[in-house]
């Protein structure tokens, strides 16, 4: 089992810059795939970005890219999503996923956060 935990979340101006962070505890967490996806009000839960287990490998959504970087700290168990130029449409809750196989079936995943909130104003 696997639980997930994120935090840094917030409001921010648009142009501005946020890190979230997704915490994993589980003693096989380092092991798998890990990911964030976000979901609008009335908009459907969507893939923003995904890394491998071993950090060798990325994917991120065309409407991030350039943007936003996913990183991961093994060591800490941890991913991280910096979020940079930040765009009203950005806002969303952002949830953390974990236990896919690879950065392909990531929305498959079997573990995910509970959310957090991230707000652009204009």
């Known amino acids: 089992q696997v639980q997930l935990v994120e935090s840094g979340g917030g409001l921010v101006q648009a142009g501005g810059s946020l890190r979230l962070s997704c915490a994993a505890s589980?003693?096989?967490?380092?092991?798998?795939?890990m990911g964030w996806f976000r979901q609008a009000p009335g908009k459907e839960r969507e893939f923003v970005a995904a890394?491998?287990?071993?950090?060798?490998?990325?994917d991120y959504a065309d409407s991030v890219k350039g943007r936003f970087t996913i990183s991961r700290d093994n060591a800490k168990n941890t991913v991280y999503l910096q979020m940079n130029s930040l765009k009203p449409e950005d806002t969303a809750v952002y949830y953390c996923?974990?236990?896919?196989?690879?950065?392909?079936?990531?929305?498959?995943?079997?573990?995910w956060g509970q959310g957090t909130q991230v707000t652009v104003s204009s």
């Open positions: 996923a974990a236990g896919a196989q690879s950065i392909a079936t990531m929305a498959a995943a079997p573990y």
């Open positions: 589980g003693r096989t967490a380092s092991s798998y795939a």
């Open positions: 890394i491998s287990w071993s950090g060798g490998s990325t």
